[in-house]
C-alpha cells in the first residue's frame, strides 16, 4: 500500500512558476513508475508526465514539454513537478500518481494523491 500527498499547489500569475511536491508513503517507493495527472473542471483527467522507478526515465505531454520537469528524490520518497512558464490553461487540481506498470493513462495506476489545485491568473 502507498499513500500520496501534493502540496506547493497555489494561485500564480501567467509566466510564473510552481513546484509541486508529492510525499509517499511505504518503505517501496523506489519501485514504482511515479506519474502526474491534472483535471480542469468539467473535462477529463489529462495525463501531464511520468517517470521511472529509478529516475533516468521521463515523458511528458506535448502541452507541457519544455516547461514541466518531473524529478524524484527516493531516499525522500517524494516526487516534485516543476512548473515553469505558466499559462492560464494549466489551471487545474494536479495529481500524483504511483503504479507498478505505470505508462499514460490513468487505468495503469493504482495509487493515487487527493491533489492540489493551481490556478494560473492573466
Known amino acids: 500500500q502507498v499513500q500520496l500527498v501534493e502540496s506547493g499547489g497555489g494561485l500564480v500569475q501567467a509566466g510564473e512558476s510552481l513546484r509541486l511536491s508529492c510525499a509517499a508513503s511505504?518503505?517501496?517507493?523506489?519501485?514504482?513508475?511515479m506519474g502526474w495527472f491534472r483535471q480542469a473542471p468539467g473535462k477529463q483527467r489529462e495525463f501531464v508526465g511520468t517517470?521511472?522507478?529509478?529516475?533516468?526515465?521521463?515523458y511528458y505531454a506535448d502541452s507541457v514539454k519544455g516547461r514541466f520537469t518531473i524529478s524524484r528524490d527516493n531516499a525522500k520518497n517524494t516526487v516534485y513537478l516543476q512548473m515553469n512558464s505558466l499559462k492560464l490553461e494549466d489551471t487545474a487540481v494536479y495529481y500524483c500518481?504511483?503504479?507498478?506498470?505505470?505508462?499514460?493513462?490513468?487505468?495503469?495506476?493504482?495509487?493515487w494523491g487527493q491533489g492540489t489545485q493551481v490556478t494560473v491568473s492573466s
Open positions: 517517470i521511472s522507478n529509478s529516475g533516468r526515465n521521463t
Open positions: 511505504g518503505r517501496t517507493f523506489s519501485a514504482y513508475t
Open positions: 500518481a504511483a503504479g507498478s506498470f505505470a505508462r499514460t493513462t490513468p487505468g495503469t495506476y493504482d495509487y
